[in-house]
């Protein structure tokens, strides 16, 4: 299985600022995948980050938003741009356990945002 | 459009009290139900995978089903550990990771 870390844990900001989201994974990963969880909803996919291309949005969201850079193979981030209350969330970043369609993913322990 | 809903939205049972957690969808050919486990400040662990209609799969004490329109997670004489939110996700037949819809969880609590 893979191990994946995220830096930070948490983070308090304030409206108006960025937050710059590191996903780590202890192997090489073709794909690597950014999600949302908001208080009460369900898990919502942000975008595709692939290695050597520019990443691949949902529906929704866009690349100014939450720009993604996707370095190497192993590494990841994303950011949360121009912060507003709205965007106070758990973010999360996860990997496919193979390269099969129909495989599930391993998650990241997320990070914790809160904007003020 | 997908739907996945989970009920009920949360869920208090006594040590050894067995229930179900059900998980309702609508999906444009299903490839894949996937059951999760997250614990308060994790991120989902994959419990199972189901593909087809009267498949079950079980561990140690979860057992899930799933039929044309459901899925139900079989809780056995439930312990304090298994304390969590435990979601549902479909994937469609029609695409990739991009088309896995996840349900917004039942929160398990057993007390001892």
């Known amino acids: 299985s893979a191990v994946i870390s995220q830096k930070p844990s948490r983070d308090i900001c304030q409206r108006g600022t960025s937050l710059t989201i590191q996903c780590q994974v202890d192997?090489?990963?073709?794909?690597m995948f950014w999600y949302r969880q908001q208080p009460g909803q369900s898990l919502t996919l942000i975008a595709t980050a692939n290695q050597g291309s520019e990443a691949t949005y949902e529906s929704g969201f866009v690349i100014d938003k939450f720009p993604i850079s996707r370095p190497n193979l192993t590494f990841s981030t994303l950011t949360v741009s121009n912060m507003s209350p709205e965007d106070s969330s758990i973010y999360l970043c996860?990997?496919?356990?193979?390269?099969?369609?129909?495989?599930?993913?391993?998650f990241g322990p997320g990070t914790r945002l809160l904007v003020l | 459009e997908d739907q996945v809903t989970q009920s009920p939205e949360a869920l208090r049972l006594q040590e050894g009290e067995s229930s179900s957690l059900n998980c309702s969808y609508t999906?444009?050919?299903?490839?894949?139900l996937f059951w999760y486990r997250q614990d308060p400040g994790k991120g989902p662990e994959f419990l199972f995978t189901l593909y087809s209609a009267g498949e079950e799969k079980e561990k140690e004490r979860l057992k899930a089903t799933l039929t044309k329109k459901e899925s139900f997670l079989h809780i056995t004489a439930p312990k304090p550990e298994d304390s969590a939110t435990y979601l549902c996700a479909v994937q469609a037949s029609s695409g990739g990771y991009q088309k896995v819809t996840f349900g917004t969880g039942t929160k398990l609590q057993v007390i001892p």
């Open positions: 999906v444009s050919g299903l490839r894949g």
């Open positions: 192997s090489q990963v073709t794909m």
């Open positions: 996860s990997v496919p356990t193979s390269r099969q369609v129909t495989e599930t993913q391993y």
